[in-house]
C-alpha cells in the first residue's frame, strides 16, 4: 500500500508518494516550478489565493502518479501538512469570500498586542499556552473590524490544510492543534476557547467540528 503526503507551503506544493513498508518514496512533486505569487495591498500585508493551492495541488498529484506508475486504488492514507496561522473564509455553499491572509501578514500585530494586555499575559499562558500575537485569531478580528461585509458571509473560518481537505472530502472539521494555531484552543479544558469567543465577539459556529489531530478527518470524493 502506498500513502499520498501534502506540503501545502506559500512558496510551492510539494508531493509525495511513499511506499507504506519499506518507507521510501516511490515519487515527488513540486508546484508550481517557480514560486506561488503572494500579494501586498499594503507593507505588512500577505496574502494568496486558495485556489491557486488547490490548482498547483491537483497538478502536482498528477505528476506523481505519472511518476510512480501507482494505482491510485493501491493508496490508502492522505497527511496534509501547512503553513501554519493562514485565514481562509468560506461561505455555506465551501466558496471562498476572499484572499487567504497567511502566515507572513502583519497587519494583526497590535490586534494581538492589545488583547493580550486587556487579557492579561498570565491568563492566556495558562488557558492558551501562549499569547494572542499574529495568530489566526487576530486576522478574523481584523475581518470584522474592516470588512464587515465578508464578516457577516462567513460559514466557517478554517485553516489552509483544512481548506485543501475540504476540497478533497466536501467536509470541513479542525482539531486541537488547528484551533491552537487559531489562538482559539483552551487546553485547560480541552475544548473552544469560551474566553477568546466573548472577547472578540466571534460566533461559535465559525469552527467546525473538531477531530483528534492525528485521526480520519474525512474521506476522498
Not at 505528476?63 to 455555506?92: F, N, R, T
Not at 492589545?114 to 499575559?121: D, M, S, Y
Request: net charge neutral; charged share 25%.
Amino acid at each position: 500500500m502506498y500513502f499520498l503526503g501534502y506540503d501545502v507551503g506559500s512558496s510551492s506544493i510539494k508531493v509525495s508518494i511513499l511506499e507504506g513498508q519499506s518507507g521510501k518514496i516511490a515519487a515527488s512533486a513540486t508546484s508550481p516550478k517557480k514560486e506561488l505569487e503572494i500579494f501586498a495591498a499594503k507593507s505588512g500585508w500577505a496574502e494568496q489565493k486558495p485556489d491557486t493551492w488547490w490548482q498547483n495541488a491537483k497538478a502536482a498529484t498528477a505528476e506523481v502518479l505519472s511518476k510512480s506508475q501507482v494505482d491510485p486504488s493501491d493508496i490508502k492514507a492522505i497527511g496534509i501538512s501547512y503553513q501554519m496561522h493562514g485565514l481562509v473564509l468560506v461561505d455555506k455553499n465551501m466558496q471562498v469570500l476572499r484572499d487567504a491572509i497567511i502566515w507572513c501578514d502583519s497587519r494583526a500585530v497590535p490586534i494581538g498586542e492589545k488583547a493580550a494586555k486587556e487579557i492579561g499575559g498570565e491568563k492566556c499562558l495558562k488557558t492558551l499556552l501562549n499569547l494572542p500575537g499574529n495568530f489566526t485569531a487576530t486576522r478574523l478580528k481584523w475581518i470584522k473590524d474592516n470588512e464587515p461585509d465578508t464578516y457577516r458571509k462567513i460559514y466557517k473560518a478554517i485553516l489552509p490544510g483544512e481548506y485543501i481537505a475540504m476540497k478533497m472530502t466536501d467536509k470541513i472539521c479542525t482539531t486541537p492543534s488547528g484551533l491552537s494555531e487559531h489562538i482559539m484552543w483552551d487546553s485547560s479544558k480541552d475544548g473552544l476557547s469560551e474566553m477568546m469567543l466573548k472577547y472578540f465577539g466571534f460566533e461559535k459556529d465559525f469552527y467546525s467540528e473538531v477531530v483528534p489531530s492525528f485521526s480520519e478527518q474525512g474521506q476522498l470524493t
